[in-house]
């Protein structure tokens, strides 16, 4: 079992800024990527930024030159710097895991809100 711990959203005017932290607890040992999904109302979940398997970051069209994932691997905290906020950007935004074995388990936080309004 992995817990997830999100922590970070909130509500900021267009062009602002959040920072998202994710705290892992748990079989952290036995992940092999994390990340970071939103769901907006009426939408689909989507993957904004996630790291690869190789460790690479990888980041959806819609957030890339604003968006930052990072890690520290002390902490075991993945985070998400959201620059430049949009409207479109209003979302709750959830932690992922998945671990290295199989059957491959996904894990997920509880989510938390990030609204873009003015």
């Known amino acids: 079992q992995v817990q997830l711990v999100e922590s970070g959203g909130g509500l900021v005017p267009p062009g602002g800024s959040l920072r998202l932290s994710c705290v892992a607890s748990?079989?952290?040992?036995?992940?092999?990527?994390m990340g970071w999904y939103r769901q907006a109302p009426g939408k689909e979940r989507e993957q904004v930024a996630a790291f690869t398997s190789g460790g690479a970051p990888n980041y959806a069209d819609s957030v890339k030159g604003r968006f930052t994932i990072s890690r520290d691997n002390v902490k075991n905290t993945v985070n998400l710097q959201m620059n430049s906020l949009k409207p479109e950007d209003t979302a709750v935004y959830y932690c992922n895991a998945v671990l290295k074995y199989y059957p491959y388990s996904a894990y997920w936080g509880q989510g938390t809100q990030v609204t873009v309004s003015s």
């Open positions: 748990g079989r952290i040992f036995s992940i092999s990527t």
